[in-house]
């Protein structure tokens, strides 16, 4: 378990503007004092008694801390400190400045399959070495997608968000019905056992949407999405996917696969000849095809205006906004 400093945070960093905030608190600009390096603090707040419904529980900070903890690769967050007080932990984390690779995606006039490869690559890199550590994220999405640096002229994919992480122990079935009704796989929604599987579904979901600017299994509203999921009812729309090759729909198909065991995994998905063609003419298939950027671009859009209202809501709200979207839900 890490060393969670009982001192006030604020003697050792100056805290600075807020960067983004989440269910269980804000994400914040702060600055070392004594090396004047730039950082960002995750202030979570705790829960005061078992019966509150706000903040979070002491047992669920310390996994998401010892998660990042055992997790120190390029492609993932890192963790620095950590500073505990009476009603919050700060997780003193890595400063990630280019934004989430959606919104930097949408910005671009077009992107070649070949460009959006090289993003997904990163994000199979990582996730398939939490995988190797036998951590499952349980929350990929878009807005768990960040970049280092997107002045670079190849920025670096970072994961964030290790809430809902969970590390699995052999011999020890762990079931949960936390995270994000688009991303979610089928296993989640029936309480079923849960293995790294589910991000392989959630990363398909991503790739889907990158591809098309379209969500598999969106309905209008939770529940239908959750049936369309359940269901496996989902399809390749001709109009959205016109410019897309036939590989990338094979890697689609082999990460949507209901029964987690015949899903591939990272390391497989990592040679799967969309990734990482074998023939030339494998290759030039990948750079002839292309996002469905105007669809994309309006994907983004309205997650983006969905997000803002969903953040103004719970702002005017004391309790947890959605059934299936948080921690909150039950596990064992
Ligand atoms: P949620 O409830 O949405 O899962 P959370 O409380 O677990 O959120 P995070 O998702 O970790 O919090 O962070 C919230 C937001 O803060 C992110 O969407 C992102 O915009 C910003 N953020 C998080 N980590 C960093 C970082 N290391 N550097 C810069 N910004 C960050």
Not at 21 to 45: C, D, I, T
Not at 167 to 173: A, D, M, T, V
């Amino acid at each position: 378990m890490a060393q969670i400093k009982l001192q006030n945070v604020e003697d050792y960093y100056e805290i600075g503007e807020v960067l983004g905030s989440g269910h269980f608190g804000q994400v914040r600009a702060v600055l070392e004092r004594a090396s004047k390096v730039h950082w960002a603090g995750k202030f979570l707040k705790l829960r005061r008694s078992a019966s509150s419904r706000l903040g979070l529980e002491r047992k669920s900070v310390e996994r998401e801390v010892e998660i990042l903890q055992s997790l120190q690769h390029a492609n993932v967050m890192a963790l620095r400190d950590v500073f505990e007080s009476r009603a919050e932990v700060v997780l003193i984390v890595e400063l990630i400045s280019g934004g989430e690779l959606f919104d930097f995606i949408a910005e671009k006039e077009s992107l070649s399959e070949e460009e959006a490869i090289e993003f997904l690559k990163q994000i199979l890199m990582g996730v398939g070495f939490m995988h190797t550590k036998n951590i499952a994220h349980f929350d990929l999405k878009p807005e768990n997608i960040m970049l280092a640096d997107k002045t670079m002229p190849h920025p670096h994919i970072k994961i964030i968000d290790f809430g809902l992480a969970h590390c699995l122990k052999q011999g020890e079935e762990y079931r949960s019905l936390s995270g994000t009704p688009q991303y979610i796989a089928p296993e989640v929604i029936n309480y079923e056992p849960l293995s790294e599987a589910a991000d392989i579904w959630s990363i398909g979901v991503i790739t889907y949407i990158l591809l098309s600017g379209l969500s598999p299994f969106q309905g209008d509203n939770d529940e239908e999405t959750l049936k369309n999921i359940v269901g496996m009812i989902y399809e390749f729309e001709e109009n959205y996917f016109t410019q897309t090759s036939t590989m990338a729909k094979d890697f689609i198909e082999k990460l949507l696969v209901k029964d987690p065991i015949e899903r591939m995994t990272a390391d497989e998905c990592l040679v799967h000849p969309w990734i990482k063609p074998l023939t030339r003419k494998q290759a030039d298939n990948r750079s002839r095809s292309s996002i469905n950027m105007k669809s994309f671009k309006k994907f983004n859009a309205k997650r983006k205006w969905k997000r803002q209202c969903e953040s103004d809501q719970e702002d005017t709200e004391t309790k947890p906004a959605s059934l299936i979207r948080r921690r909150l839900s039950s596990s064992s």
